[in-house]
């Protein structure tokens, strides 16, 4: 068993300007093997996805992915703290154990900014970011056909949007692929090389587009 602790939270706090929230789980074990020493910066994976979803913008190293999160008054945090892992190698949320949260700093965070919006990169799996979430607040999650979650004004004195996204993980694209939403849209993609990519590309452009969509070029 090893420990895992995180390495970003407490580095990157929320801005009062931040509008908007991404929150993930926690990295894996060997960050320092990183491509960006960042959250998300083990195989780029997030940012790939919103490069491609606003091409305009640039997400290509850590320099151009802060400038453009604090451009577009988003924070980026994660709900676990630290947590124990049989190896190194297990990165699957439903296998992490004695899991830490991060509650107090998300909760201040949140109450401390402007932030209306959170986007949870998992979703209700077993210790998946919207599921963390949902429990450390007491939250009682319902989702609609839009994956989003309301989120009551007694909880941080005001109504926020959560919004659950499709993994960013390319591992996540066999469950896509049997999702309701997907299939019901699929026939959208029937030209695309990477179908189930594309969706997910996509659905980023469209969560985010109130965010990034209205930055110009830089």
């Known amino acids: 068993m090893i420990n895992t602790v995180h390495k970003?939270?407490?580095?990157?706090?929320?801005?009062?300007?931040?509008?908007?929230?991404?929150?993930?789980?926690i990295h894996p074990h060997r960050a320092e093997n990183f491509l960006v020493d960042f959250f998300y910066g083990n195989k780029n994976s997030l940012w790939?996805?919103?490069?491609?979803?606003?091409?305009?913008?640039?997400?290509?190293s850590f320099e151009m992915i802060q400038f453009t999160l604090s451009k577009a008054d988003v924070w980026i945090s994660d709900m676990i703290r630290s947590c124990d892992r049989e190896s190194e190698g297990v990165?699957?949320?439903?296998?992490?154990?004695?899991?830490?949260?991060?509650?107090?700093?998300?909760?201040?965070?949140i109450k401390n900014s402007k932030i209306n919006t959170i986007f949870f990169t998992s979703g209700m799996g077993k210790n998946n970011a919207a599921r963390l979430f949902c429990q450390a607040?007491?939250?009682k999650p319902i989702l609609n056909h839009n994956r989003e979650i309301e989120i009551d004004e007694m909880i941080f004195g005001r109504?926020?949007?959560?919004?659950?996204?499709?993994?960013?993980?390319?591992?996540?694209n066999v469950g896509i692929k049997k999702n309701k939403i997907f299939m019901e849209n699929?026939?959208?993609?029937?030209?695309?090389?990477?179908?189930?990519n594309q969706f997910k590309i996509d659905t980023y452009r469209e969560a985010f587009k109130n965010h990034f969509g209205e930055l110009s070029s830089f």
């Open 8 to 25: 970003y939270i407490d580095r990157y706090p929320v801005k009062v300007s931040d509008t908007a929230l991404i929150l993930g789980t």
């Open 48 to 60: 790939n996805i919103l490069s491609l979803a606003f091409p305009n913008l640039n997400f290509s």
């Open 91 to 109: 990165t699957e949320d439903k296998l992490l154990k004695n899991i830490e949260l991060n509650t107090a700093q998300i909760e201040n965070g």
């Open 137 to 139: 607040f007491s939250i």
């Open 159 to 172: 109504k926020i949007k959560g919004v659950v996204l499709f993994s960013p993980s390319g591992q996540s």
């Open 186 to 196: 699929e026939y959208k993609y029937k030209d695309f090389r990477t179908p189930v």
